[in-house]
């Protein structure tokens, strides 16, 4: 019954869903404002997530330690992020299709892995729950936001903590500069290609390990082709987010939310078509893309390789 989503239990569940469910897409959606505000769009998201995914499910069930798992994971994306920094800066190899060989690359060898390493799908016990003393016991309030596990959490603290970077700090500035106008930061002193292959890393670092949230935070689980499009969602949540990271936050829920409550529906058992159901972030990603276009404005120098003028 459609009453059932309005139950106090069904509204709580699916708010706390959302938030734990946000984690990935903040994790990714973070690490590619940093690339696109130095002026490099990263299509291969979904690649870097599925091979993060994968080597932190593949350590974390081999030895048992979630964290290496994690660091792992780290060391996958920071090495994706190293090749895609040196194809887009070195090379200047145009940006949407070298981020989409990125993604198939990732996709390939992480399906590839999982055939060869473990074949079958397996389980692990991932990140438990992490009850805030005091605020976890407020009706509501506590499940909604305080029992979480502890890559939630650090994926919210992200979003403060990646503002301050971008608008306080000098490297913020610099990062900036880079997307805006690469000649002029460069007349200034600031390594355009430096500046660059940071962002490309971090984003990559921070793509893996969302995928690692997927794999042993969230579902604990691994199998083929799991983050099904949440990669380029993640691209286009900066787009919604004005490359804010509190817009990037918003989105983030929204999406989130909406998955949480496509969930919800079929568990529940409401009448309305699974396939329906599961279309709903795609539709929205679709809707979110078209007024984001008109309302705001890129970086200047975003898709452009820079060429240092002798």
């Known amino acids: 019954m459609i009453s059932d989503l309005f139950s106090t ?33 990263n299509l291969g998201i979904e690649g870097q997530m599925l091979l993060g995914a994968f080597a932190a499910f593949y350590v974390a069930l081999t030895t048992g330690n979630l964290w290496l798992g994690v660091l792992v994971a780290m060391i996958v994306g920071a090495v994706m992020g190293l090749a895609m920094a040196f194809v887009t800066v070195n090379l200047r190899a145009q940006q949407g299709i070298s981020g989409i060989g990125f993604y198939l690359f990732g996709m390939g060898v992480s399906d590839l892995l999982f055939q060869k390493l473990l074949g079958t799908v397996e389980t692990v016990k991932g990140f438990p729950k992490i009850f805030i003393p005091g605020l976890s016991d407020i009706p509501g309030v506590g499940e909604i936001f305080f029992s979480q596990n502890l890559l939630v959490y650090i994926a919210y603290l992200l979003v403060p903590i990646a503002w301050f970077v971008l608008n306080k700090t000098t490297l913020g500035l610099k990062i ?15 390594s355009v290609a430096r500046i660059r292959y940071f962002t490309i890393i971090l984003g990559g670092i921070l793509s893996a390990v969302a995928g690692a949230s997927l794999s042993i935070a969230l579902l604990n689980v691994f199998q083929q082709n799991m983050t099904s499009g949440l990669g380029f969602i993640a691209v286009a949540l900066v787009y919604f987010g004005a490359w804010k990271p509190a817009g990037v936050l918003g989105g983030a829920l929204l999406f989130s939310m909406i998955n949480s409550l496509q969930l919800w529906i079929q568990v529940l058992g409401i009448p309305i078509p699974s396939d329906i159901a599961v279309m709903m972030p795609y539709v929205l990603t679709i809707l979110v893309l078209v007024a984001a276009v008109s309302r705001v404005r890129a970086p200047s120098a975003l898709t452009k390789p820079f060429e240092r003028e002798d």
């Open 9 to 41: 239990t069904v509204l709580i569940g699916i708010l706390a869903s959302g938030i734990r469910l946000a984690t990935p897409y903040l994790y990714a959606s973070i690490g590619e404002v940093f690339g696109q505000k130095s002026g490099v769009l």
């Open 176 to 190: 900036r500069s880079v997307g805006e106008n690469p000649d002029a930061a460069d007349s200034l002193g600031v």
